[in-house]
């Protein structure tokens, strides 16, 4: 009896199989994963697990126990390398065929690489999975110049622990500043100030020219001809989801799998969910793709009610965290199309609340190091709550009362 088969044993993959169960499924759930590892939280890789010493397994996002509880088969270390959609069957790379009822990729995507010569040299760095940051580990000694190629959070957040663990640091970042996908221009500059603050050199409006080397890369060249002298390289720029699956089997691709706000891809008995999903979000009647843990939960929520039966619409606000030293930024909403933002809290004391606003209505809000607060601000954004902004921007003011 053919059941779910779910490629990509990641954290999309993870919370699907057991939300089947917990949801009511009784068929059979396989999950497939080409990494070695169990179904692993990825972001402690740029923060705490970078620096320290611990294991890997330390990192598993559910014990091995709970899926064999759950009677859910997790095939580790094996690829999918085609489908066949007439026979309703995946092929794997070791050769076996395994048929679905449905299939999911939960497939994710790997880190963007650097399009110039001598950026497959051992000392240059990705970190996509847990791999890359045992590898990584072996370079990340005290002393050592580290040259982090992008300024968005995986690039930061290592830069942070880097500096913190003893190591020299510079940032470039070829745009005018920091976090320039997600962040205000405030708020980027908050943080260039804060990691020049703790010691890092920070580049900005500069892309790298080139590695130079013998066998390892020893100096980066950025496009104005300076240099810069490196002991160990760290890509961060980004990820390119992983659709060659999807592509191959003819299903429609546009930056990420597309699928309507049930999951489904243009092959109804095919679902795609987390990172490589360009998903269609019906709170915003729009489509985008997303990388971050609460997209990757709640889509897999989505699609185990759709094969429960019960089919329901992915309209979750999209959040979203990063640590940098001992700041918790939080994020959620779009902040897109906003006409005024409103601050509460003072950034001089590294705790405050940013809040978006469109036509009165909270679209967004960014937090350091207010976790209450940011609670609180998820729920204005949710509800679409239109505060006095005045009161906003008045932490004298208790904003529960505001929501
Ligand atoms: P993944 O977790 O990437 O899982 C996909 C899995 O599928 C991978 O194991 C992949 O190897 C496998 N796979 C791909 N193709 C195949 C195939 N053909 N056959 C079999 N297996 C396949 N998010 C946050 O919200 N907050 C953070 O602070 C944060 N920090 C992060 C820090 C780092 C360093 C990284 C890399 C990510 C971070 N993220 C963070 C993002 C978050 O980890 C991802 O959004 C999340 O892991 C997405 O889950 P996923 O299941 O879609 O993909």
Redesign the pocket.
């Known amino acids: 009896e053919p059941g779910v088969v779910i490629?990509?044993?990641?954290?999309?993959?993870?919370?699907l199989a057991t939300s089947l169960r917990t949801q009511g499924h009784a068929g059979g759930i396989v999950v497939?994963?080409?990494?070695r590892?169990l179904?692993y939280?990825?972001?402690?890789?740029?923060?705490t697990f970078l620096a320290g010493d611990a294991a890997p397994e330390s990192l598993e996002i559910k014990p091995a126990a709970l899926y064999a509880k759950l009677d859910i088969e997790v095939q580790t270390g094996?690829?999918?390398?085609t489908i066949d959609r007439e026979a309703r069957s995946v092929r794997l790379y070791d050769g076996r065929a395994l048929p679905y009822s449905t299939l999911v990729l939960?497939?994710?995507?790997?880190?963007r690489r650097l399009a110039i010569a001598g950026a497959d040299r051992p000392n240059v760095h990705g970190?996509?999975?847990i791999d890359d940051v045992l590898r990584l580990r072996a370079d990340f000694v005290p002393g050592r110049r580290l040259v982090v190629v992008g300024g968005g959070?995986?690039g930061l957040?290592t830069a942070a622990v880097a500096v913190q663990h003893g190591l020299s640091v510079t940032v470039v970042e070829a745009a005018p500043r920091v976090l320039p996908r997600v962040a205000s221009p405030a708020l980027s500059q908050f943080y260039l100030d804060l990691h020049r603050e703790r010691g890092v050199d920070v580049r900005l409006g500069l892309g790298v020219h080139a590695f130079e080397g013998a066998e390892r890369v020893e100096t980066v060249v950025l496009a104005d001809g300076s240099r810069i002298d490196a002991d160990l390289v760290v890509v961060g720029i980004g990820?390119v989801p992983?659709t060659?699956?999807a592509e191959t089997a003819g299903l429609e691709v546009a930056d990420g799998i597309v699928v309507d706000s049930a999951t489904r891809t243009s092959d109804p008995a095919i679902l795609a969910?987390?990172?490589?999903?360009h998903h269609h979000n019906a709170r915003y009647d729009r489509r985008m793709r997303?990388?971050?843990?609460?997209?990757?939960m709640e889509q897999a929520r989505v699609a185990a009610a759709l094969i429960c039966g019960k089919p329901a619409e992915y309209r979750a606000v999209p959040w979203?965290?990063?640590?940098q030293y001992e700041l918790k930024l939080q994020m959620v909403g779009l902040a897109e199309g906003h006409d005024r933002i409103v601050l509460r809290g003072d950034m001089g004391e590294r705790a405050f609340v940013q809040f978006h606003l469109r036509d009165g209505v909270v679209v967004a809000a960014d937090a350091v190091n207010r976790p209450q607060e940011f609670a609180l601000a998820r729920r204005m954004v949710t509800e679409g709550a239109r505060p006095d902004p005045q009161k906003l921007g008045d932490p004298a003011m208790a904003l529960k009362d505001l929501v």
């Open positions: 490629v990509g044993a990641g954290q999309a993959g993870s919370e497939v994963g080409d990494e590892w179904p939280r990825r972001p402690p890789l740029s923060k094996v690829g999918v390398e939960a497939t994710g995507g790997h880190a970190i996509r999975g959070y995986i957040e990820i992983n060659e699956l969910i987390g990172d490589c999903s997303l990388e971050s843990v609460p997209n990757a979203f965290w990063s640590d």
